[in-house]
């Protein structure tokens, strides 16, 4: 496929303004000021469709956006040339703190966001189904904001298949048990979520692999798993795979898991290849956390860690 025909959709229910703040040391009940500060647009479909950007594909960014953080949120992804497509609400858009220390020690205070409407809604979802035909690939992310029913991305999902699209799903805890019932084409845990939703412990790569494989003949459903440094494992009908992570000194680990997704849709709608698209996703995520808070590489960048990778792969 040729880049300029590939195009994928976001969507974004519950969006944030990160704030990442840098500190030597952070002492909890003390006065702690930080080295360094940033402010990003947030949330896993956006961060997904800034990641795409930077590869060159169209990804049209769907979700809700209200008060100033809204207006805030809109005016960052529009300066990044983000096509926007955002259903104003009444309540505003949540703002989430990510402090990290110079040990590399990550902690994050995230508001849990306003509450969303029935009408706006449904005037996201009807704008959403108008513009998704046949074939269209689109990647729902993220938490659910309050208001909005808990099986939200099974309805949806439901919905799009019927128009043909191809759909993908990252999210955790009960959004996922019941979007993964609507059967997307693929969903993206991390190793974390899918133990919670397998109800068991996933530490090692060699349990990614199996709780991954249970996934996809139990659920007829691609599976991409990500294990953090210990890279990421894939199960579908081109059998299984696993991939290696470079080692690199990490900065911000914000947004790497979306890094990973975006690369390995773009590679895997340009080329094909599972392995092709295992090893630059594998590669382009560890460059994105060689950045400050959600960063995203440039496209010329995304291959640099490439010949650190090790894709395995397929067994059946």
């Keep these: 496929m040729d880049i300029d025909d590939i195009e994928i959709i976001s969507l974004t229910l519950n969006p944030a303004l990160d704030r990442t703040m840098r500190f030597k040391t952070f002492i909890t009940g003390e006065l702690n000021r930080a080295v360094d500060t940033c402010l990003s647009a947030g949330g896993k479909g956006i961060n997904l469709s800034r990641m795409l950007k930077k590869c060159g594909v169209n990804s049209p960014a769907f979700g809700f956006a209200g008060g100033k953080c809204g207006r805030i949120l ?44 029935s009408c706006e809604m449904d005037a996201l979802c009807g704008a959403l189904y108008k513009s998704t035909g046949s074939g269209q690939l689109v990647v729902l992310g993220g938490s659910i904001p309050q208001g909005v029913d808990k099986a939200v991305y099974n309805s949806v999902i439901k919905e799009l298949n019927k128009r043909g699209a191809r759909t993908v799903l990252d999210c955790d805890g009960e959004a996922l048990r019941h979007g993964i019932n609507a059967k997307p084409s693929l969903i993206k845990p991390n190793n974390t979520e899918l133990g919670d939703y397998l109800g068991k412990r996933i530490e090692t790569v060699a349990e990614a692999v199996e709780a991954a494989a249970c996934v996809y003949i139990d659920k007829s459903v691609e599976t991409l798993c990500t294990l953090g440094k210990s890279g990421a494992v894939f199960a579908g009908k081109d059998g299984l795979y696993t991939v290696s992570a ?71």
């Design 74 to 117: 809109y005016d960052m992804l529009n300066e990044e040339g983000i096509d926007t497509r955002f259903t104003e609400t009444v309540s505003e858009t949540r703002m989430n703190i990510k402090i990290i220390t110079e040990n590399g020690e990550t902690t994050e205070a995230n508001e849990t966001g306003g509450f969303i409407e």
């Design 246 to 316: 470079p080692v690199v000194e990490a900065k911000s680990f914000a947004g790497a898991g979306d890094a990973f997704l975006a690369a390995f849709l773009y590679m895997r709608e340009l080329t094909g290849s599972i392995p092709a698209a295992l090893g630059f996703a594998a590669s382009a995520a560890a460059v994105k956390v060689t950045l400050n808070g959600t960063v995203f590489p440039e496209r010329a960048e995304m291959e640099r860690y490439c010949h650190l990778t090790e894709v395995c792969g397929p067994s059946k």
